[in-house]
């Protein structure tokens, strides 16, 4: 990779979601730090070296038309479309240039608002597209939503099958694009809505998860797999440590690491912990993109350090950036939550005082994961002392290393 490149543009990230509930492919916002400093060729070279065909499908929203007109005329990146605001396709010269793209082998991802759509037969190029809704759409989509028991309804929906759409908050559109609707996928995920279900109780451990880990264990699977496994779920790993420090497992030891933990169990005895954990736990498949999304700014968090570190420094850097929002999920104050825990002092220094050697990291992983404020990571890299190359390497790596094909929640009835 050239630092240079790296050095010069601002990139945040959000994450698709599929019917399936699963990472279907992440958008990464480019923006130039200086308009002109940047050539899409060396981008798109960048890109081309380090993108593996079984990531997730990378979307490219380039920020600036100069980056994007010169990224038309790159060799295509595999994996990869290329986002193009939808009035390129509203003229002949950017229809022209949009078609040689496309026979280029470029996949090109229209950006449009759905009202501009109304009565298109066929999309120009076959291109899919990226829409967003207004709140009348909205309101329309949830009434053609059928009910339980009452006649189908007679509100046609709005939505589109085969395409991706944003700005969806509310759980019931989120269910009616995916799995009435036929959407391709979703941009973010609507998480206030559905963690505000859960409002009257703390969450359970994730029932696909532990179904997992019991199967590794049969299989005589490495520690190191099940440590994997066991991080895909930030309610399992708070309540295993919690097990392992609790009075009713002793006491004796003080257990602060996930890998200490398995290893004082044993495989046995966290089958069996595990097979307890099922009767409290959850299936709801709503929840796998707020989970997924924890582990995917635990995992940045972690690619921030330096490459050379130790491997205790990055699980713990990994449990801290995890535990993040444990109280959105718990309904108690991180604070007592963490209080429970022989975690170390820079733990609760990052999490509940924003302060200490790991807050940085878990502050950059924020700002990446922004996309509103992309415009403010430049000044959040430096106040942290780290560079915009270092920034942008750690969050490529950890995009083109996701993998969600593993775990695949079952759709919670009713």
């Known amino acids: 990779m050239s630092s240079t490149i790296l050095d ?26 200086q308009p002109g400093a940047v050539d899409a060729a060396h981008l798109m070279q960048l890109l081309g070296d380090d993108w593996p065909v079984a990531a997730p499908v990378l979307i490219l929203s380039l920020g600036s038309p100069e980056l994007l007109h010169q990224a038309l005329s790159c060799k295509p990146v595999p994996n990869t479309w290329l986002e193009v605001p939808a009035s390129l396709f509203n003229h002949p010269e950017g229809l022209a240039l949009l078609s040689v793209a496309s026979r280029r082998g470029h996949q090109l ?33 949830l009434k053609a939503r059928p009910a339980e028991g009452q006649p189908v309804p007679s509100t046609r929906t709005p939505i589109l099958p085969g395409h991706l759409y944003q700005n969806v908050c509310n759980l019931s559109l989120a269910d009616h694009c995916l799995d009435e609707a036929g959407a391709w996928g979703l ?90 954990q099922l009767a409290g736990s959850d299936s709801d498949s709503a929840l796998h993109p707020v989970r997924y999304a924890q582990v995917m700014r635990s995992r940045l968090a972690q690619h921030l350090l330096e490459s050379s570190s130790e491997e205790a420094l990055r699980a713990e850097v990994y449990t801290t950036a995890l535990f ?17 825990l022989p ?54 790596r950890m995009l083109s290393t996701s993998r969600d094909h593993g775990l695949v929640p079952a759709k919670q009835p009713g």
């Open 8 to 33: 010069s543009v601002a990139m945040a990230y959000q994450p698709v979601w599929n019917r399936r509930r699963l990472l279907a492919a992440v958008r990464l916002s480019v923006s130039p730090v």
């Open 109 to 141: 991802l229209r950006h449009a608002a759905l009202s501009e759509l109304r009565g298109e037969v066929i999309a120009p190029l076959d291109a899919r597209s990226l829409l967003s809704l207004d709140a009348e759409e909205a309101f329309e989509a």
């Open 187 to 276: 941009l973010g995920w609507p998480d206030d809505d559905v963690l505000h279900a859960w409002r009257a109780r703390p969450m359970g451990c994730d029932a696909v998860v532990i179904g997992m880990i019991r199967q590794a264990i049969d299989n005589d699977s490495s520690l190191d797999q099940l440590e994997r496994f066991v991080r895909q779920d930030p309610v399992l790993c708070y309540r295993l440590l919690s097990h392992l420090n609790s009075a009713a497992f002793g006491g004796r030891h003080e257990v602060g690491s996930l890998r200490h933990a398995l290893m004082m169990l044993g495989f046995s005895a966290l089958d069996s912990w595990l097979g307890q």
């Open 324 to 340: 993040a929002q444990l109280d959105r999920l718990l309904h108690q104050p991180l604070a007592s939550l963490l209080g429970r």
């Open 343 to 396: 975690l170390s002092g820079r733990v609760s220094d990052a999490l509940v005082h924003h302060g200490g050697p790991y807050f940085p990291l878990l502050d950059l992983a924020r700002a990446q994961g922004d996309v509103e404020h992309l415009h403010l990571l430049p000044g959040i890299c430096e106040q942290h002392e780290m560079s915009l190359e270092q920034a942008n390497r750690a969050l490529l």
